[in-house]
């Protein structure tokens, strides 16, 4: 100990029973277990546990892992052109490569279920693989792969949830109908959703419609500020990197949650019975600055109208009068049918939750709820846009459950990206995402206890990958991926997620 001249001997006093403060006397007929500090309970895990029957996964995405990006038929992708174009994604990577898991699937899935002891499996289908022009003529090497690819989840045990859109749009469909701008790329959606429900529904029960639709729309069609505190804001950008004025903009968010309730509908109609559907969004998280049932309040508030345009309307049925004052004349246009259509009853509710999106206290304005700033000083994740509070992760489920009554809620997405390193010895010590895990699923397990009905958690990400426009730099994976040799390398954090899937519960 620096600055200390305490000696082996000094210190081993100290602790001696009279600077404890017992007695002697009372030390003596007393044997070693009577006096012994009872070991807390929590290290066990047992008072952390999360329901029985809870899923565990990691998630994935085509464009970010599999590869293969024109082999066996598959068309090109908004990403594929908007990646090959130099200067849109750091270090001009591109998800030529990626993982390579559209060849290496099989020892994926075996990594899985030894490194992670995972019953669960979120990955998405490039809808360029099955309709390579992103209508007419199926091409059935990309479905087989897909197909394949279940099998193997099944045979390991893994539960296989699907993803539908996780933003590979044909490029095609960008050309012919500029892509979500139009109306019929929602309805070309909902064709492909609806083979594929038909060609894969022996296989696949589970089925997530969009992911993200506020990350595409947003990134893709204007790009998005977000806020990271101290009034600083960073810019997100990503394909087809348009910038479309607000009422073109409100349009495409409208197409993609008319796409989302389609797609439900044409799921329905030709998935077999117990087919089961919802979408994954990252619907904003208004946290309570204060946990008083006025502040719980008004971050509900907060949270149904900061999620207008996509979460609220697609379980309501209805944009509120507060989102169409808000956009006036550039409102999206639409009917009652659509409206109907949008808010087609689900099975299940996905969110990611990453980050809280705005701190919030009670307001007497008509709103109901203030904002308070993010302090430049607050605690982030690697990621420029990642604000750290485990808190998110509570709250998330919690306004869904209490602001539409959701019966079954998934996490889709939540993780960090860290620094991570190989060290010497061959180890990737992720203390940060450690710490990061524990904290978000500690949240998490408090949410469940208090009976917000949350099914099953989707670790970001399964391993390392093509991170959209930062590239491979900034790796989120439980699991490290070499980019060179396509060697896998549990991390720190894989052995952590393996001990909470074991136990059921957070350790
Ligand atoms: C959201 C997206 O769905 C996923 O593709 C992305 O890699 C992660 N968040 C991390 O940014």
Known sequence: MPGTSL?????????????????????????RTDIAPARPAASSGAGRRFPDGFYWGTGTSSYQIEG?????????????????????????????????????????????KADLGANAYRFSIAWPRIFPSGTGQPNAKGLDFYRRLVDELRAAGIEPFATLYHWDLPQALHEKYRGWQSKDTAKAFAD?????????????????????????????????????GGGKTVHLGGAPGLRLADAELNQVRHHAVLGHGLAVQAIRAHGP????????????VAVPFIETPAHVKAAEAATRE?????????????????????????APKFTDDELKTIASPLDFVGINVYKPNLYVEPSADPAGYATIPINASHPKMKSSWHVFD???????????????????????????????????????????????????????QRATADGVPVKGYFHWSLMDNLEWIDGFGNRFGLIYADFQTQERTPKASAAWFRAAVERNAVV
Request: net charge negative.
């Open 7 to 31: 000696s082996r001997r000094d210190f081993l006093k100290s602790t001696s029973a009279a600077a404890i403060g017992v007695s002697a006397a009372t030390l003596a007929g007393c044997t």
């Open 68 to 112: 293969a990006w024109n082999e066996d038929g598959k068309g090109e992708s908004i990403w594929d052109r908007y990646a090959h174009t130099p200067g849109n994604i750091h270090n001009n990577d591109t998800g030529d490569v990626a993982n390579d898991h559209y060849h290496r699937y099989k020892s994926d899935v075996a990594m899985m």
């Open 192 to 228: 492909y959703a609806g083979y594929v429900a038909g060609q894969l529904g022996d296989r696949v029960r589970h089925y997530f419609t969009i992911n993200e639709f506020r990350s595409f729309v947003e990134g893709g069609y204007r790009g998005i500020d977000v806020q990271v």
């Open 273 to 284: 019975a117990g087919t089961r559907v919802g979408f994954a969004e990252n619907m904003l």
């Open 306 to 330: 900061l999620n207008a345009d996509f979460t609220t309307v697609m379980l309501e049925g209805r944009y509120t009068d507060a989102y169409l004052k808000r956009t006036g004349a550039n």
């Open 390 to 444: 485990p808190e998110a992760l509570y709250w998330g489920p919690h306004h869904v459950q209490a602001l539409w009554g959701a019966k079954s809620i998934f996490i889709t997405e939540n993780g960090c990206a860290a620094s991570d390193v190989m060290s010497d010895g061959g180890r990737v010590y992720d203390s940060d995402r450690v710490m990061f895990l524990r904290a978000y699923l500690t949240q998490l």
